[in-house]
C-alpha cells in the first residue's frame, strides 16, 4: 500500500513509520506543522510541533530513506482545536482539544489530502489497535490512546494504521534504541501542547479577559466567593477555588453556568453522578441496538465503568452508571467499549457529554 506517515517528532510515529517500512509499503513521511511559532522550542516533555521536532522528524525520514515533506495546517489547527477549546470553555463545558484534532486534523483534514493524493492509509504511532477492522484497545493499559480516537468513524478508521497497539510502550523504546533513532530515549509530550507552559487557566485568561462571578455553596446557597471566569473551573475540580469553608471539609465544582457567571461547589457527597446524558453518538462500527450494556470511559484517564445505554433526547444517549462517578464534565467525550476477553476492549464508539 502507499502509505503516508504522520511523524510528530517524537518515538512512538517515528517507530511507527519504521514498522510500515518493515511491512513492504510504500511510505512518505509528513510532519504537521500546527503551530504559528514554530521557532520556540519545546521545553522538556511539554507542548510539540516546535522546529525541533520538525527536525527529529526529518532526521527518522533520511534515516529510514522514505520521502518527507511539511504540512502547514496551522490555520486549520487553529479554527479546528485552539478556537474550539476556548469557545467549549467560554460555554461552561471542557474539551477535550486531543479528541478533536484527531477528529479534525489528523483523520480528516490529514486523511482527505492523503487519499487526493492516492494513498492508501495514514499510519500513526497512537497506542490503539485494528482488529477485524474495528477499534481496540492497546495491549499496554498505561498508554492505551483509544479513548481520543473513539470519536472516529468506520470510513475513517478504515484509512488508519496502528502498528503499536500490540506492543508496550517500553518496546517501541526498544524499538527505536535498536535502530539508533537519536528520538528513542526523547520524553513524551504531554499536556495541551498549545500550551506549552501548561497555564490553562492563563491562556484562557489572556484569549477571553477577565469575566468575575461568584463561587456558590450548592448545600447553602451562600457565596463562599469570587472568581476572575468560570473558564477557569471544570467540573470535578478540587484544587484552586479560591474559597475557604469553617467545616474544613473539601469542596468539588459541581457545575458551571457561563450566562450568570456561577460556579457551584459542593461537598464530595453531593460530586457523584449516576446518570450521563449525550449528544449524538458517532460509532466506530455498525450503530448497535439499544438497549445495550458496556462499559464507559468518561474521562481521557478515567477507568471504565458498567452501564446500561439507553436512546436519549435529541438524538443522545442516556448512559445509566452502575457505581457513581465524580468530574463528569460536560463537553468531554463518553467512550463506550464492549469487553471481549479473546480480542480486547472493543470501541463502540462515543457521544459528548450534555449533562
Not at 518527507?68 to 467549549?88: G, H, I, M, P, T
Not at 533513532?181 to 497555564?199: E, L, M, N, Q
Not at 463562599?224 to 475557604?244: D, K, W
Request: proline share 6%; with cysteine; net charge neutral.
Amino acid at each position: 500500500m502507499r502509505v503516508l506517515a504522520a511523524m510528530s517528532g517524537g518515538v512512538d510515529s517515528a517507530v511507527a513509520a519504521a514498522l510500515a517500512v518493515d511491512a513492504g509499503h510504500d511510505v512518505t513521511g509528513v510532519h504537521l506543522a500546527l503551530s504559528p511559532d514554530r521557532q520556540t522550542l519545546r521545553s522538556g516533555a511539554r507542548g510539540c510541533c516546535s522546529v525541533e521536532d520538525a527536525h527529529d522528524a526529518r532526521r527518522v525520514a533520511d534515516e529510514l530513506g522514505i520521502p518527507f515533506y511539511v504540512w502547514d495546517l496551522a490555520d486549520r489547527f487553529r479554527e479546528d482545536v485552539v478556537d474550539d477549546f476556548v469557545a467549549e470553555y467560554a460555554a461552561g463545558r471542557t474539551p477535550n482539544p486531543c479528541l478533536r484534532c484527531n477528529e479534525k486534523i489528523k483523520f480528516t483534514a490529514v486523511l482527505d489530502r492523503a487519499r487526493a493524493l492516492d494513498f492508501d492509509a495514514v499510519v500513526t504511532g497512537h497506542h490503539a489497535r485494528l482488529a477485524d477492522g474495528r477499534l481496540r484497545r492497546s495491549v499496554d493499559a498505561a498508554k492505551d490512546q483509544s479513548y481520543v480516537l473513539g470519536v472516529l468513524t468506520s470510513q475513517q478508521l478504515a484509512g488508519a494504521l496502528f502498528p503499536l497497539g500490540s506492543m508496550t510502550k517500553d518496546r517501541v523504546r526498544a524499538i527505536a534504541a535498536e535502530r539508533g533513532f537519536a528520538v528513542a530515549t526523547k520524553p513524551d509530550s504531554h499536556d495541551i501542547c498549545f500550551i506549552p507552559d501548561g497555564d490553562t487557566r492563563g491562556f484562557l485568561t489572556r484569549r477571553l479577559g477577565a469575566r468575575p462571578g461568584p463561587v456558590v455553596d450548592a448545600a447553602t446557597g451562600a457565596t463562599l466567593g469570587t472568581h476572575e471566569g468560570t473558564h477557569g473551573f471544570t467540573v470535578g475540580q478540587r484544587r484552586g477555588l479560591g474559597v475557604a469553608v469553617g467545616d474544613q471539609r473539601p469542596r468539588y465544582v459541581l457545575s458551571i453556568e457561563p450566562v450568570s457567571r456561577t460556579v457551584t461547589v459542593g461537598t464530595a457527597d453531593l460530586a457523584g453522578v449516576d446518570v450521563v446524558r449525550t449528544g449524538p453518538p458517532t460509532w466506530t462500527g455498525p450503530a448497535p441496538r439499544l438497549p445495550l450494556r458496556a462499559e464507559v470511559q468518561l474521562r481521557a484517564h478515567g477507568t471504565a465503568v458498567a452501564c446500561e445505554v439507553t436512546a436519549g433526547v435529541d438524538g443522545g444517549l442516556k448512559l445509566a452508571l452502575a457505581e457513581p462517578q465524580r468530574g463528569v464534565a460536560p463537553g468531554q467525550s463518553a467512550v463506550l467499549y464492549a469487553p471481549d476477553p479473546v480480542l480486547g476492549d472493543l470501541v463502540l464508539g462515543q457521544g459528548t457529554v450534555r449533562s
